[in-house]
């Protein structure tokens, strides 16, 4: 490089490193300068300056850091920012790279401003990513080499469980019928597909990234996230593509299962000592009853199978459904098409974020990425009350029910904010907002993240009719009430269907199929074990969905195979398998807190928590560090195992 263009890069360096510093948060800035100088005394000597000053609970520039009602002392606050640009100028190494339990209860406890418990350190060391595996057993023995570990589905699941399962020592191989890595985000490609959570939340707490474009990331970098993992951890050697799962057996004399395929038309069995499950839980797009479909002439879309060769620019769409991926379809159609339709049978509470369609701050984007620490500190506070909470907002609390009618305190602080913003967007339109309003308890469905569909439905050429989809003509859909729409496209936003494993031919100990187990209702042990099914593990199971994102779903799921199967190493077993009593313990005391959520007292709310039994298959009732406790590692009381045969 010329000299005078390294002056260029060095000047933009030092101006972004004076505009970024000046806005980050001073807690953050503080623990950036104990990494940079491996100075702890600096938090007793400024942390008292930050006594009774409210922490981000998300990013470090988040409105509730701004709007923070008590400022720390002005003084301190520059004397650390000037302190952080001079050794970010002299030397941006970090001595202090990973602080031990008890300094980073020190520095977590000041990151959050309240004292944490034993688990919620735990979790919170995890989530910030200065430790993976905490309460995990030290490993005396390396699992022998013929211990084969078969991972089915290559999305975020498979590929942590890959990643994670491989640095343990097993013999990994992963099958998907796919031709490349990441599920969901490999699969969805309809316009305007993007996360509803917040990147630094739906991200991997190994594998974190600073680099995030965007605050809630589309589809496809998020894809490309997941692709950077599987590469970084170096397992496409290990992956099979277009594979496709079709059943698998307990082979009780060999202590294997036997997992059958198809590959390019030709069966083709594995064997293996034990199975993860990572097909996902949304993979099976649901189509609705629609008679007539085949007479309608125009273009027919699914947003779960989406032809990117069909082109609706200029079209007159009917867009069926009003869930998350509707409102980020219709969102993205209505620039292109002529006029579109959304037809809803029930309307959803949406979250407003001020941040949902923005690029990352380019000041915030610059310290995430050259200022040590910054994302790892940032990413805890996110993560504050996912480790502190002692309820979900889908928990009912007596008291406040007896006292207002209403769920929980909690609850009814996000329920208000929703509707707020609802009243709020549709000041001007009160029959839209009428239409848009909710009658059910909130959360008892998934509220969505308006990603810009409030905004939509208000455009001109955008029409919100209530009703439901009945059949078909040659150009219009008829609904159930015999009304007529017009249109030369269909969307068809209509979800998943929530059948877990219900395609597959899954048979454990004595030929009994898992699909007569499970009906007429899925049950699983912690979500993700079933008796008479050894060395077999199944991820995002029945009751096993997070009040948070996926990703934190997988790592404590894939820590917990882990963990089984590092236990047969250590008491050289063949098989591990829970028991009937084990089993049936857990699913009553879940039942029993089911109850008292609001998934079970939904009034009209309908969605994919309910079964058609009525039972809750999909959620956890308890809070996220409860699970995460509860999967540290195995309780050997609740399972039956049997040791490796001689020889
Ligand atoms: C449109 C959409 C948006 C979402 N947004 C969010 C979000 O913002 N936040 C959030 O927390 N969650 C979100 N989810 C839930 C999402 O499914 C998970 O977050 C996550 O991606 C699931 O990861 P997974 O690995 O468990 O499953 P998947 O991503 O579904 O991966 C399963 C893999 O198994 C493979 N597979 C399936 N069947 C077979 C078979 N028979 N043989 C071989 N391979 C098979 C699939 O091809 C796939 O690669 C979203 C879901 C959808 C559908």
Redesign the pocket.
Known sequence: MAEADAAIVDNNWADRLLSSVDRLDPVVALLALVHLTGDRSLLSKYGPAFDGVPRAGGSSFSAKAQQAQKAPDAAAVAAIRARLIAEMESNPVPVLENPGPALFKQMAEFALDRQLTEDALGMGREAAGFAVGVGGIESTKVPPADFEVLI???????IIAAVRLKAAGFNIRV????TG????????TYPN?A???PSVE?SISFAQNSSWSKYYPRGGEYREYLDGVARKYRIFDQIDFE????GCRWDADALQWVVS?MQGGEEVTYRARAVVM??????RPSFPEVEGLDRFKGPVQH??YWDDSVDLTGKNIVVVGTG??SAQISTGLADRASHVTVLQRQPNYMMPDPRVMQNVDPDELWALENIPFVTQWQRLQWFSSMMTRTATPAQIDPEYRARTGGVSEMNEGARRLSIGYLEQKFAERPDLMEKVRPDFPFFSKRPILDCGYYDTLLRDDVDLVTGELNSCEESAIVLSDGRRIECDALVLATG?SLEYFAE?DIKGRDDVALQDLWNPVPYAYKGMEVPGFPNFFI??GPNSGLAS???VL?EQQVHYVTECLKHMVEDDLATIEVTEQACADFNEMLQERLENTIWMQSGSAHGYYRHQTGKIVLAFPGPNVEYWKMLRRPEIADYAVEPLKAG
């Open positions: 089915i589905g290559a999305g975020m699941m498979g099958i998907e019928r796919n890595v990441g599920g969901t985000w490999f699969n969805n597909v996360v509803d959570t739906y594979t496709e799962f079709t395929t990572a097909l996902g839980f949304l993979t947003g779960g998350a991926s998943y597959f991820t995002a994102s996926h990703t997988a």
